[in-house]
């Protein structure tokens, strides 16, 4: 089972000399990031889950709505909220889409178990940093599912092989057939491929001028939209399976 998720996150680097925008502009361009995303899966008929980050959601409604009338699951994405922002964003999109968050992941910030149990998750999916180094370090952990707590704790996919994980910057920076024979392997050995990818990864470089790391920039924006398409298309052609993460938990 194929498990893909996209971070709707804003991008917070700097910017380049001489150069600024807004947070208004900078919201727009996750926005029309997300959109371009949203005509790729439509496409190619691929549900997914969206992880929406906590302080963006309320400026973000009407296109969250636009998320859940596409079929696609909406779940939190945490950078550094607190629990009582969590829990006032959760149940002001609730009532806004009429159906219940499910998911939460994180990265820098872990709020504890116990405390995302109260707020009514029913799954964690943690996810860690990658630079330029760490995406292809070779790894070694339990790729399975845990039950803590009554929440199901859905870990980040790697390929049993070669050991590389199902990062952002693995599937930007990787060609995309060696991504296609990681992607087979691994649903030979586990019950799922957990790929994540960052919606400011579709981002234009060469128009809007953020301050990141060359390798951030490769294969970014245009050339990142059609390799999401070549990949979904193959998904298609080998009638691989997917699905939305609150319903393979479930």
Same mark, same amino acid.
């Given at each position: 089972?194929?498990?893909?998720?996209?971070?709707?996150?804003?991008?917070?680097?700097? !910017?380049?000399?001489?150069? %600024?925008?807004? %947070?208004?502009?900078?919201?727009?361009?996750?926005?029309?990031?997300?959109?371009?995303?949203?005509?790729?899966?439509?496409?190619?008929?691929?549900?997914?889950?969206? !992880?929406?980050?906590?302080?963006?959601?309320?400026?973000?409604?009407?296109?969250?709505?636009?998320?859940?009338?596409?079929?696609?699951?909406?779940?939190?994405?945490?950078?550094?909220?607190?629990?009582?922002?969590?829990?006032?964003?959760?149940?002001?999109?609730?009532?806004?889409?009429?159906?219940?968050?499910?998911?939460?992941?994180?990265?820098?910030?872990?709020?504890?178990?116990?405390?995302?149990?109260?707020?009514?998750?029913?799954?964690?999916?943690?996810?860690?940093?990658?630079?330029?180094?760490?995406?292809?370090?070779?790894?070694?952990?339990?790729?399975?599912?845990?039950?803590?707590?009554?929440?199901?704790?859905?870990?980040?996919?790697?390929?049993?092989?070669?050991?590389?994980?199902?990062?952002?910057?693995? !599937?930007?920076?990787?060609?995309?057939?060696?991504?296609?024979?990681?992607?087979?392997?691994?649903?030979?050995? %586990?019950?799922?491929?957990?790929?994540?990818?960052?919606?400011?990864?579709?981002?234009? !470089?060469?128009?809007?001028?953020?301050?990141?790391?060359?390798?951030?920039?490769?294969?970014?924006?245009?050339?990142?939209?059609?390799?999401?398409?070549?990949?979904?298309?193959?998904?298609?052609?080998?009638?691989?399976?997917?699905?939305?993460?609150?319903?393979?938990?479930?």
């Amino acid at each position: 089972m194929i498990l893909l998720t996209f971070n709707i996150t804003n991008n917070r680097s700097d !910017f380049e000399k001489n150069y %600024d925008l807004t %947070d208004e502009e900078i919201l727009k361009i996750t926005e029309q990031n997300t959109s371009s995303i949203l005509r790729t899966l439509e496409n190619n008929n691929v549900l997914a889950t969206f !992880f929406v980050e906590v302080s963006i959601v309320e400026k973000l409604k009407p296109l969250i709505k636009k998320i859940i009338g596409k079929g696609h699951e909406i779940a939190f994405y945490n950078e550094n909220s607190s629990l009582l922002e969590i829990e006032t964003a959760k149940g002001s999109i609730e009532e806004n889409i009429n159906k219940i968050i499910r998911g939460i992941r994180q990265k820098e910030v872990s709020l504890s178990i116990e405390e995302l149990k109260k707020l009514e998750f029913t799954y964690i999916s943690n996810i860690e940093n990658a630079d330029i180094l760490f995406p292809f370090k070779r790894l070694k952990r339990s790729t399975q599912i845990l039950q803590k707590s009554g929440l199901s704790i859905i870990p980040e996919s790697i390929s049993p092989y070669s050991q590389i994980p199902y990062n952002d910057f693995v !599937f930007q920076a990787l060609p995309l057939q060696y991504y296609k024979s990681m992607v087979l392997e691994t649903m030979k050995n %586990d019950d799922f491929v957990l790929v994540y990818i960052n919606s400011w990864q579709f981002t234009n !470089f060469g128009k809007f001028h953020f301050k990141i790391p060359f390798y951030r920039k490769y294969n970014s924006g245009r050339k990142m939209d059609d390799k999401l398409e070549n990949f979904l298309r193959w998904i298609n052609d080998e009638n691989l399976a997917f699905s939305r993460m609150k319903d393979f938990i479930f």
